[in-house]
């Protein structure tokens, strides 16, 4: 099947997290192609490293500016340093 979503019946409110634990990266970028109705936010995750005394994981967040923009990006990535700050 060579659809995005190639498992039918999937709830609404869903969108994809993927990972790429083989590899670290500081930009990561998936050209989808649609007809402009995929506006699920994507996110995607790298391998982590070390850092000094920090464990660092690569976070890549991709978004449609039609229903998202830079402030609820930064919002979010903010919100979810904070929590993971806390652990």
């Known amino acids: 099947m060579k ?3 190639p498992k039918p019946g999937l709830p609404e ?3 994809p997290i993927s ?3 083989w590899t670290t990266f500081t930009g990561f970028n998936l050209n989808i192609t649609s ?3 995929y506006l699920f936010p994507i996110f995607t995750f790298g391998k982590y490293f070390i850092r000094g005394k ?3 994981i690569p976070l890549s967040v991709q978004v449609h500016h039609a229903v998202c ?3 609820h990006v930064s919002r979010f990535i903010n919100d979810l340093q904070s929590v ?3 652990f």
């Open 19 to 21: 990972s790429l634990p």
């Open 69 to 71: 923009d830079g402030f």
């Open 54 to 56: 920090k464990t660092l």
């Open 3 to 5: 659809e995005i979503n």
């Open 13 to 15: 409110n869903v969108f």
């Open 84 to 86: 993971l700050d806390s």
């Open 35 to 37: 007809d402009g109705t």
